[in-house]
Every structure is written in C-alpha cells, then in structure tokens.
C-alpha cells in the first residue's frame, strides 16, 4: 500500500499499487477514490522525485508503505481582448471556455 498525500500533509488516499505503475495509472486509482478538478493540472512526487508519464514507482523508488504527495494546480487559462469583445481560453486545449 502507497499513501497519496496533499501538499498540506493530509491523507487523500492509499492505493494498493505495483512497482510497474506510471502516472496515468496512478491518476486513474486516484480518480476512483477521489475526485480531482476537471482540467487541474496534476503532479505526484515522492520525496522530490516526480512521476512522469514514463516513469514507475519502481524507477523513483516507491515501494510499500511510501508517501506521495499530490500536487493538484489549477488549469492554465489564458484571457484575450478586442474593440468589442473578450474570450477566456483553455490554454491546453485551446477551446474557448467564455466570450
């Protein structure tokens, strides 16, 4: 078992993981436990080793009983003007969120 925890310290989750896990894995355990922000920006770290998409528990030494700290930050949103108008964008996806 691996405990997700936030920046603040307080437990999100545990998840019951292999050493072969990579991010996108990691985040769909999580998702299932506990919502995340539509369109946040996630990181996870153990110690000050990040999980990359690539990347396995094994490869930055997580193994039982670690600790991860999850990162959650908000999406990235881009605002531009003109004469008569303004539009928020998604700055990811590129989708205009408002006019």
């Known amino acids: 078992r691996v405990s997700v925890l936030s920046v603040a310290g307080e437990e999100v989750t545990t998840l019951s993981a292999r050493p072969s896990w990579v991010l996108p ?40 009983d670690s600790r ?14 003109s004469a008569d108008n303004a539009k928020l964008w998604d700055a990811s996806s590129g989708e205009c969120l408002h006019t």
């Open 25 to 64: 894995e990691v985040l769909a355990a999580i998702q299932e436990q506990h919502a995340l922000p539509l369109g946040a920006r996630i990181q996870i770290f153990h110690g000050l080793s990040p999980l990359l998409a690539h990347t396995s528990f094994a490869d930055i030494g997580v193994a039982e």
């Open 68 to 81: 991860l700290t999850l990162v959650v930050l908000p999406p990235r949103r881009v605002v531009t003007r």
